[in-house]
């Protein structure tokens, strides 16, 4: 079965620090991968998405980058963080069909 | 531009009975409508989902109905159990677009 991993489970920052996010799927082959950000009190946000190794799609213009270095594995990063990037980081795959599944989440708190 | 809407932010319902979660859409592109639900701090976990080509899908005690003419989707949650209580997302999904589109969600609260 497929499983879906993040790390860290929470982060807390401060201001103009750098920041790595990691997720990695596990037993499934090309699979497309997608960050979203939730931020407190609003829906889910897709930030980028990838449907290759090398292969990014930004969805929002903002302060973070996203690199999948490899099949399974997708990083998300920030050269310098802001407040405004505060929330909960979500790592979803699928496997070329329509439904998402999503990975437990990393809390990032920036100050 | 909020093209999924989930109007009401919050819903209490006893055990037993019935919840039902609604859905607003706006973008007719939007072909594919899913509901997940997500308890604090982890990640949402997906429900069920439907077509566009279907008016009703059923899994156990969900069944989401689809009326594309009014552009609406809702949940349906029978009997209603306490273990249920989560903020409930609706997503949707248009064509070869792989964007998720998600509204705000809705808090649901099974009292015993």
């Known amino acids: 079965s497929q499983t879906i991993h993040q790390w860290p489970a929470t982060l807390v920052q401060p201001v103009g620090s750098p920041l790595s996010l990691e997720c990695t799927v596990e037993g499934t082959s090309n699979p497309n991968l997608y960050w979203y950000r939730q931020a407190a009190g609003r829906g889910l946000q897709l930030l980028f998405y990838?449907?290759?190794?090398?292969?990014i799609s930004s969805e929002v213009p903002q302060n973070l980058s996203a690199s999948r270095p490899q099949d399974r594995q997708f990083i998300l990063s920030s050269k310098k963080l802001l407040l405004s990037d505060s929330g909960f980081y979500l790592c979803?795959?699928?496997?070329?069909?329509?439904?998402?599944?999503f990975g437990p989440g990393t809390r990032l708190t920036v100050l | 531009d909020q093209q999924v809407k989930q109007n009401s932010p919050s819903l209490s319902v006893q055990e037993g009975r019935i919840s039902i979660l609604n859905c607003d859409y706006t973008?007719?592109?939007?072909?594919?409508f899913l509901w997940y639900k997500k308890y604090p701090a982890e990640g949402p976990t997906f429900l069920i989902s439907i077509s566009s080509i279907k008016d009703k899908n059923e899994d156990g005690r969900f069944t989401v109905f689809l009326n594309k003419s009014a552009k609406h989707l809702s949940l349906h949650i029978v009997p209603s159990q306490p273990g249920d209580s989560a903020v409930y997302f609706c997503?949707?999904?248009?064509?070869?677009?792989?964007?998720?589109?998600f509204g705000k969600g809705t808090l649901l609260t099974v009292n015993p």
């Open positions: 997503a949707a999904l248009g064509g070869s677009n792989y964007k998720l589109t």
């Open positions: 979803a795959w699928d496997p070329g069909q329509k439904t998402q599944y």
């Open positions: 990838s449907v290759g190794i090398g292969q």
């Open positions: 973008n007719s592109m939007f072909d594919y």
